[in-house]
Structure formats: structure tokens, C-alpha cells
């Protein structure tokens, strides 16, 4: 027997932890190489996997080793390159996940291509537990009755012979016959058997399929196939073409007119859409034209996702014109610009303050990266937040800008990466998970906003889209530019220890002033008799700004009515009952009614008092819809947009809502964070915070850095262009330093105060914190988890490596019905605790996830 070639293929089977790569064949005249998908069976199934690697075939053949062949290859090019597979191989290392999880992050959806969408009962079951059900629906014998046709290349490997040595229905578990029954002989999905069994199904699931007794149907092939396009193409020059046009003006008017319309649309120059000219290319003009040789037909591939940025590009009109820059903005271009030459990883933190211009800095620090052919990658917090940024670039950039958007199709995302993958598309600006966009020679990372929270992804792998852009960065010797109007401490950290350059935007463009900033006391408003949800600087500044015809925002950071419903009498709050939180009263037109912001649970408005049976119930803690209802019922001649996450959750509402206000069709933007981001609005002359407390009021470390972010922000949105900006902050503290430092635009005495606190405690940025989370239904099981983490990890870890706290209930103790249970670890080195971490961490999933609970391991917890 010849060698033959082993690959290393991660395979795409969640059920199992398996973090490791299996070897596979491959067959002579396969080409399977590192970074293409191929296909495999896997025990009972047939699943996708990834090629990471190859093995020496072994010196000596034995015969034990009997390894599976590769099937199929699923792709005509690597999708991973070698940089993505190794930034993956590095994700399993900084964020203890399976390799598996790191490539599903890094991938779009649509790359999934198998898709194990049914469950079927295998013959074995049928025949042994199933006799009943089988007289009902009597006939064939073949699996899945097909699910919409497309072809499904799975069999349900029909066994008969039994070896499992279970013989009656009684043997079996109550809830696997049930699970049986369930599907008799029609395939269900998922989703299907969760709806009628519940989610338990799930765990009955995997035995029943170890037993033989179901199987999974699969349907094998792209989620989203590719798009190809008829298009014309032409030899002739446009002279040449010209003259054809003419000849054909008596003879032929359908192709004089057709050559004419293809004319225009550049024929000439690059091959023109069938489509696009709204003709079937069976259409008689064209196939004349295609025989007399002036045209020919190809087909291409067309990319969904640039039909969406050419709307985008017109719409936005002149936004992305290049301006200017203003001496602040060249000093601070020069530093990234320099940093681009080294060939090494540089961080540099760009502080501007708001409306200093930092977006036109981005961009031509982009502009300079493509000049040397590079890439760029452009991470905004959230894209859907921020609509004006997008189109400011897709303006600019044309077509070679791809957006990472969760309002595309998944073939228009799929499309867009593939367009990045090919080197068409060289600037990438999206969330989070852009920062995997599989650019080409990376030339600069911008991570705009850097001190948001969302570039912290809050599951399995918990990753930092900031740590994972250094590490790009690293790999391509080049520039991450962290902007912000408040950098994070951590940004600071860098600064401060060497490890990043500092360069500042101090002044608004146009030296427009910062806006003048009071702080009204609410006591006070209470003494002096205002009982009102405005205090009386709120109110005249709302209403001047309304007589000048200017336009104002109103910021509070809670959704709803009322943050909770409380009993005069015996002071019972509503709890949500599967979770240990209040409900949220809201109000609408059809009534009012709780609901609960967790697990969405919802419910009535009691009359009376659930404990004691007095009519006493009251809302507490304003909301936006509050807010919303006494602005309407003191001035109801002002048109108010009210922006939080119960009026945007319809695609496209957010925006829709922003292009209102922007084109003057309200006077009040009223909303949550949503409203504080980014925006720029230029006719914006007065911002109203309802109260600075909620935020404060958080029970966390870094509550105090979140609001003076917050503030900061939302401050920043008036008088960003020639109105003069005036605003007012509501607050119970008005002597809170985070409330101070951002009336009075003093980034320093936050920043120092901040340092001097977390440096006192431990606290991130000056020690890193990871955080152990374990859930389950039963009290019990959940809190021994943590326990036993604390155990194994204090075995390992000496006092001096880390800081390991009690395990202890998390913030919120019960959710949907399980039970939270936590452990907070510090440390100073990750490399010292590692692996104490991944080791105490494999012991205790392993056993949760047999008791059917979970538990996760939040790396780096403490980045805000
Ligand atoms: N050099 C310039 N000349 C004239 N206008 C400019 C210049 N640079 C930026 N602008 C304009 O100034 C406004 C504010 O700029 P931009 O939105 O980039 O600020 P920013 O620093 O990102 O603000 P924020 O952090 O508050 O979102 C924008 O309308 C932008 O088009
Ligand atoms: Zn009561
Ligand atoms: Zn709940």
C-alpha cells in the first residue's frame, strides 16, 4: 500500500467536548488542503469538518490503524488562511474554548453547510418499539419524506440487527419511548421536537441516537449557495460599437436600443448585468447581437451584498466628501501614518473629545493604508447604532468597503466576506466579530468607541475584539488605533506602561465651544416644591431650544414605565417568577402590563397586592415610556421620537427613527444609550438627562466609568455645529465625581480619581479578572459546582499567582428558572494561571454538563 496523506480535521459535532482534531485519509485525487471544509463521517454521522493541519503518513503501516477517507471537499479555496487558523488556535489559548467554537466564531453562518435539520426513528426502532404507532401510519420504510426537496444526501443507517440487549419498551426510559413516539415516522427538527417535548428533549436526544434507536437526516449542502449572473460582454472598442449602434438605428430598432442602453452602461468598459437591463438573456435583440459577434454572454458571480451598498452609497448623498483636516487632526493622522511603516504591532489611543473629528482622522488613515495596498478593518460598537458611520464610509469607499451587518441576508453577509477573502473589498467596518473579517494584508485596525462594552462578546468564547485586533496587529506588524472621547483605563494602562502611543483631538471642529453643562440637584427641585419629572432648568432649556427651532435629545437609561411595582402597604415588590428580578411595568395603548427583561416573561397588573390583598400597588423608578407620556401631556404640540429597545425591534426601525430626526420631522429625541452614540445631529442645540442615578446605581466597579462614558456622550450631541450647545443633568448626587468630571468635560480628574480606586482594590485594568459561572436548575448542583472550581483552582494556585474569591450567588441569583452561582478569580499574570484555570475549569464542565447543567469560564471578565 502506498502512504497516504493524513489530515487533521476539526469536525463540526457540538454534543461532545471533543477540542481536538481527528485524522482522516485522503483519498488519491482529493484535494483537500489546510483551510477548506470537507466532508466526513463522524460515529453514526456525516458532518462538516475543517482541515488544520497534515500528518507524515505513519513509517510503518499497521493494521489497527484503519482511519475513514475524506468524502468530499466543500470549498475551491481555502476559507481559513493560515493567519486565521493560527489567531483560532490562539483563541482556544487566551479564552479556554474548543477549537470548534473559535472557527464558528470566526466563520458567517452560511459556512455551515451541513446541516443536521431532521431526526428520524431508525428501522431498529421501529421495529422493536414502535409496532403500534406503525399499524396507524402503515407504508414505506424509507427515513425522512423529504423536507421541501432539496435533496437530502443522508440515509438513516437502517440497522435491524439488535446488540444493544434492550428487548422490551419497559427497558427504555419513559422519556426516550416518548421521544419515539414523538417521531413515530416523520422527521422532526429541533425546533420541532423542543415545541412539543420541551428542551429536555435535547439531552434525551444524544442517547437515543448512541442506542440506535434515531438518527439525523442531513441536508448537504451550502445554507446559501452562490449567486451567478448572465452579463455582456463586448471585443469592440466604443467606436467600433458606436458604429454598430448606427447601422442598426433603421434596420433594427430593438438592438439599436438595446446597443445603446449597453452603451451607457459602460460596455465598453467592463461587462454589463443581464438583469440589471431588465431583459432575459433569451431575449431576441440580445441573441441576434450575441451571433452577429458585436456581444458575448459569460456568467459571473455576482456579490449580494454590493446591491445594498450602492443604495447606501446614493443615499447618503455627500457625507463621505473629504475634508480638510485641521492641525490637531494632521498631528494625530501623522502619528498612525508613521506607526503604519514600522512593521511592527503599534497601539495607538486616539482621545478626542466629541464632535473632534475622529471619524475623518479614521478615514484618512485608511485611505493611507490602501495606498500601500493594505487592508483595514474598522469596528464600531454596535452597527446598527450607527447608521451615519456607515454611510460616511461606504460614501468615501465605494465598493471596495464591505459592512459586517446583522440586518443583511446571510447571503449577503456570506457574499461580503467572500468579497473581503478575494481581496475585492479592503476596508471592513462592523461589530465585534468583523475583527475575524479575513482581510489581505492587514494594514490597520480602528476600534472606534473603544471603551464600549459590546466589544466583550458575553458567551462561549468570551473573546475581546480589542485583545483579538492586537493580536492581528501583531501578526501583521501594524496599527491599532483604540478612539474615544473616554478612553478605558485599560487604554490608559497601555499608555502610561509605554505599551501605546497617546495622541489627542483637545478642540470641537471649528472651535465650536463644548456645551455649557448644569447640574441640578433633584432634592433641591423637590424642596422648592417641583414635584415633577423636570426640574425647571430642564424645562426652559427644552422649551427655549424648542422656540428656536432647534432640536433637543433626552437621555435616561431605563426602558419601560416604571423600573418596578411596589405595595404601599407591605412594601412586596412583583418579581418575574422564573427569575430574581422585578418586572418592568409598561404602558401602552392597549393597557398596561409587566414584563420581565431577562427571560421576556410577561403578565398582568394586579389590583391588589399579591402578600397582603391591599389595592396599594405603585410604580417606582422612571422609564422612557414615562418620560415620553408627562413631555406629551405638558407640551403636545412637540413631535417626539422615542428610540429604546420596544421601538427599534423591527429591522431597520432604528435607522428609520434616526433618518427622521435627522431630516426635522420631530423636535425630541427621547431614548435610552441608544440615543448617546455617535450620532451626529448639527441642528441639535439642548440635551436633557432625566437621571444620572440609574446608571450609578449599578452594582458593579466599573458603574462609576460607565456613567461618566455615558454622559460624556450623550453631553457631546449638543452643539456639534454653529447652535451652541446647552445641557442639564438630573441627579440625587450631584457631587458623585463621575457626574462632575463630565460636566465639567474634565477627562483627567475622572481618569486620575478612577486610577487611584481600582488600583486601591486590585481591580482591572491593574489586575485582570476572570469570572466562573455555573447554572442549573437546582440550587444545590449549581452552587457545588462553583465550590468544587474554588477547590480545584486553590489546589493549584498559590496565594501569590491569584486571588481566588468565594464562590458565591452572581448578581442575579436565579434566572429563567436556574440557578447562578459564581467565582471571581484575580490575577496578575494569565500565563501563571492558565493553566490551573483550564484544567480546574475541564473538570468541572465535564461533570455539569452530565448533570444537565452549564457552566462557563468568562475570561477577562472585568473589560468593560
Ligand atoms: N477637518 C474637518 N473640517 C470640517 N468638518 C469636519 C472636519 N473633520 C470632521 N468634520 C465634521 O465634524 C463633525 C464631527 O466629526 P466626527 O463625527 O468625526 O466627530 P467625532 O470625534 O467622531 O465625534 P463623536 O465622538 O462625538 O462621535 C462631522 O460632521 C464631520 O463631518
Ligand atoms: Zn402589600
Ligand atoms: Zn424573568
Known amino acids: 500500500m502506498k502512504p497516504t496523506l493524513i489530515a487533521k480535521v476539526v469536525v463540526d459535532v457540538r454534543t461532545k467536548a471533543l477540542n481536538r482534531p481527528f485524522d482522516y485519509v485522503v483519498p488519491e485525487g482529493v484535494k483537500a488542503d489546510t483551510g477548506y471544509r470537507v466532508l466526513v463521517s463522524f460515529g453514526r454521522q456525516l458532518t462538516q469538518g475543517y482541515v488544520v493541519g497534515f500528518e507524515a503518513p505513519p513509517q510503518t503501516e499497521r493494521e489497527d490503524r484503519k482511519l475513514k477517507p475524506i468524502l468530499s471537499v466543500l470549498d475551491d479555496q481555502p476559507i481559513l488562511s493560515a493567519e486565521l487558523l493560527a489567531m483560532c488556535n490562539w483563541l482556544t489559548d487566551r479564552y479556554v474554548c474548543t477549537m470548534l467554537e473559535a472557527i464558528q466564531s470566526v466563520l458567517p453562518g452560511a459556512f455551515r453547510t451541513v446541516t443536521r435539520d431532521k431526526y428520524v426513528c431508525t428501522q431498529k426502532a421501529l421495529h422493536q418499539w414502535l409496532r403500534d404507532e406503525r399499524e396507524a401510519t402503515a407504508g414505506d420504510s424509507d427515513e425522512g419524506d423529504g423536507d421541501g426537496g432539496d435533496g437530502d444526501g443522508g440515509d438513516s443507517d437502517a440497522e435491524v440487527n439488535d446488540n444493544t440487549g434492550l428487548h422490551d419498551a419497559n427497558a427504555l426510559p419513559a422519556a426516550i419511548l416518548q421521544l419515539l413516539r414523538t417521531l413515530g415516522r416523520k422527521p422532526l427538527s429541533a425546533e420541532q421536537l423542543i415545541a412539543r417535548l420541551g428542551p429536555e428533549v435535547m439531552l434525551q436526544l444524544p442517547q437515543a441516537i448512541s442506542l440506535g434507536l434515531v438518527t439525523e437526516v442531513f441536508t448537504q449542502r451550502d445554507k446559501v449557495n452562490d449567486r451567478f449572473e448572465a452579463f455582456l460582454t463586448t471585443d469592440l472598442s466604443s467606436e467600433q460599437l458606436a458604429a454598430e449602434v448606427l447601422r442598426r438605428e433603421r434596420r433594427a430598432p430593438k438592438q439599436y436600443r438595446l446597443l445603446q442602453r449597453l452603451l451607457q452602461s459602460g460596455l465598453a468598459e467592463r461587462p454589463v448585468s443581464v438583469s440589471a437591463l431588465g431583459v432575459r438573456p433569451s431575449d431576441a435583440a440580445v441573441q441576434a447581437l450575441i451571433h452577429s459577434g458585436v456581444l458575448g454572454m459569460t456568467q459571473e458571480q455576482v456579490f449580494r451584498d454590493e446591491a445594498w451598498l450602492s443604495q447606501l452609497a446614493l443615499a447618503s448623498g455627500g457625507k463621505g466628501a473629504k475634508r480638510e483636516l485641521t492641525d490637531w487632526q494632521k498631528r494625530a493622522l501623522g502619528v498612525i501614518t508613521r506607526s503604519l511603516d514600522t512593521k511592527q504591532k503599534q497601539v495607538v489611543v486616539l482621545h478626542g473629545v466629541t464632535g473632534s473629528g475622529k471619524t475623518e482622522v479614521y478615514m484618512q488613515a485608511i485611505d493611507a493604508c490602501l495606498t500601500v495596498g493594505r487592508s483595514a478593518i474598522v469596528l464600531v460598537p454596535e452597527i446598527s447604532l450607527t447608521p451615519q458611520m456607515v454611510?460616511?464610509?461606504?460614501?468615501?469607499?465605494?465598493?471596495?468597503?464591505?459592512?459586517?451587518?446583522?440586518?443583511?441576508?446571510?447571503?449577503?453577509?456570506?457574499?461580503?466576506?467572500?468579497?473581503?477573502?478575494?481581496?475585492?473589498?479592503?476596508?471592513?467596518?462592523?461589530?465585534?466579530?468583523?475583527?475575524?473579517?479575513?482581510?489581505?494584508?492587514?494594514?490597520?485596525?480602528?476600534?472606534?468607541?473603544?471603551?464600549?462594552?459590546?466589544?466583550?462578546?458575553?458567551?462561549?468564547?468570551?473573546?475581546?475584539?480589542?485583545?483579538?485586533?492586537?493580536?492581528?496587529?501583531?501578526?501583521?506588524?501594524?496599527?491599532?488605533?483604540?478612539?474615544?472621547?473616554?478612553?478605558?483605563?485599560?487604554?490608559?494602562?497601555?499608555?502610561?506602561?509605554?505599551?501605546?502611543?497617546?495622541?489627542?483631538?483637545?478642540?470641537?471642529?471649528?472651535?465650536?465651544?463644548?456645551?455649557?453643562?448644569?447640574?441640578?440637584?433633584?432634592?433641591?427641585?423637590?424642596?422648592?416644591?417641583?414635584?415633577?419629572?423636570?426640574?425647571?432648568?430642564?424645562?426652559?432649556?427644552?422649551?427655549?431650544?424648542?422656540?428656536?427651532?432647534?432640536?433637543?435629545?433626552?437621555?435616561?437609561?431605563?426602558?419601560?414605565?416604571?423600573?418596578?411595582?411596589?405595595?404601599?402597604?407591605c412594601g412586596e415588590r412583583i418579581q418575574c417568577p422564573n427569575c430574581d428580578i422585578s418586572l418592568t411595568l409598561h404602558r401602552g395603548q392597549s393597557g398596561d402590563w409587566l414584563s420581565c427583561h431577562y427571560c421576556q416573561y410577561r403578565a398582568d397588573v394586579p389590583d391588589t397586592c399579591p402578600a397582603c390583598g391591599e389595592q396599594a400597588m405603585r410604580p417606582f423608578g422612571i422609564g422612557t415610556e414615562q418620560v415620553e407620556e408627562h413631555l406629551h401631556r405638558n407640551w403636545p404640540h412637540w413631535r417626539i421620537l422615542r428610540m429604546d429597545v420596544d421601538t427599534t425591534r423591527r429591522k431597520g426601525s432604528h435607522h428609520e427613527l434616526i433618518h427622521r430626526f435627522e431630516r426635522g420631522d420631530a423636535d425630541i429625541l427621547l431614548g435610552t444609550q441608544m440615543v448617546a452614540k455617535g450620532l451626529d445631529f448639527p441642528n441639535v442645540a439642548f440635551v436633557g438627562v432625566i437621571s444620572a442615578d440609574t446608571m450609578l446605581a449599578v452594582p458593579d466597579y466599573r458603574a462609576n466609568e460607565r456613567t461618566f462614558n455615558?454622559?460624556?456622550?450623550?453631553?457631546?450631541?449638543?452643539?456639534?455645529?454653529?447652535?451652541?450647545?446647552?445641557?442639564?443633568?438630573?441627579?440625587?448626587?450631584?457631587?458623585?465625581?463621575?457626574?462632575?468630571?463630565?460636566?465639567?468635560?474634565?477627562?483627567?480628574?475622572?481618569?486620575?480619581?478612577?486610577?487611584?480606586?481600582?488600583?486601591?482594590?486590585d481591580y482591572p485594568p491593574y489586575?485582570?479578572?476572570?469570572?466562573?459561572?455555573?447554572?442549573?436548575?437546582?440550587?444545590?448542583?449549581?452552587?457545588?459546582?462553583?465550590?468544587?472550581?474554588?477547590?480545584?483552582?486553590?489546589?493549584?494556585?498559590?496565594?501569590?499567582?491569584?486571588?481566588?474569591?468565594?464562590?458565591?450567588?452572581?448578581?442575579?441569583?436565579?434566572?429563567?428558572?436556574?440557578?447562578?452561582?459564581?467565582?471571581?478569580?484575580?490575577?496578575?499574570?494569565?500565563?501563571?494561571?492558565?493553566?490551573?484555570?483550564?484544567?480546574?475549569?475541564?473538570?468541572?464542565?465535564?461533570?455539569?454538563?452530565?448533570?444537565?447543567?452549564?457552566?462557563?469560564?468568562?475570561?477577562?471578565?472585568?473589560?468593560?
Open 767 to 864: 489586575q485582570e479578572l476572570s469570572l466562573f459561572l455555573a447554572t442549573h436548575a437546582q440550587v444545590n448542583i449549581a452552587k457545588g459546582a462553583a465550590a468544587r472550581f474554588e477547590r480545584e483552582l486553590k489546589r493549584r494556585l498559590s496565594p501569590a499567582d491569584a486571588t481566588v474569591l468565594s464562590a458565591s450567588p452572581s448578581g442575579i441569583g436565579r434566572l429563567e428558572n436556574r440557578f447562578r452561582y459564581q467565582v471571581v478569580v484575580k490575577y496578575s499574570q494569565w500565563e501563571t494561571v492558565k493553566s490551573s484555570l483550564q484544567e480546574a475549569y475541564a473538570i468541572v464542565s465535564d461533570k455539569m454538563v452530565r448533570l444537565g447543567g452549564t457552566c462557563v469560564l468568562d475570561v477577562n471578565a472585568g473589560r468593560m
Open 391 to 569: 454611510e460616511r464610509f461606504t460614501s468615501r469607499f465605494g465598493q471596495t468597503v464591505a459592512v459586517m451587518h446583522s440586518a443583511l441576508s446571510a447571503g449577503e453577509r456570506k457574499d461580503g466576506w467572500v468579497r473581503v477573502l478575494q481581496g475585492l473589498a479592503r476596508v471592513v467596518i462592523g461589530a465585534r466579530s468583523a475583527v475575524f473579517a479575513p482581510v489581505v494584508n492587514l494594514g490597520l485596525v480602528v476600534v472606534d468607541e473603544e471603551h464600549e462594552p459590546s466589544y466583550k462578546q458575553e458567551e462561549t468564547p468570551f473573546y475581546d475584539a480589542r485583545e483579538v485586533a492586537e493580536w492581528r496587529a501583531n501578526y501583521h506588524g501594524t496599527v491599532v488605533v483604540y478612539g474615544s472621547a473616554t478612553p478605558s483605563l485599560e487604554a490608559m494602562a497601555k499608555v502610561e506602561s509605554g505599551r501605546a502611543l497617546l495622541t489627542t483631538l483637545p478642540e470641537r471642529i471649528n472651535q465650536s465651544p463644548m456645551p455649557a453643562v448644569e447640574v441640578v440637584d433633584m432634592r433641591e427641585e423637590l424642596k422648592s416644591g417641583n414635584r415633577s419629572l423636570f426640574s425647571r432648568a430642564l424645562q426652559s432649556g427644552l422649551e427655549s431650544c424648542m422656540e428656536a427651532g432647534h432640536q433637543a435629545i433626552v437621555f435616561l437609561n431605563r426602558r419601560g414605565y416604571s423600573a418596578f411595582v411596589l405595595c404601599r402597604n
Open 710 to 761: 455615558l454622559l460624556t456622550q450623550v453631553l457631546g450631541r449638543a452643539g456639534r455645529a454653529e447652535t451652541t450647545g446647552l445641557t442639564v443633568i438630573q441627579t440625587y448626587r450631584p457631587d458623585h465625581y463621575a457626574v462632575l468630571a463630565a460636566a465639567h468635560h474634565d477627562y483627567g480628574s475622572f481618569y486620575r480619581r478612577e486610577k487611584e480606586l481600582r488600583e486601591a482594590f
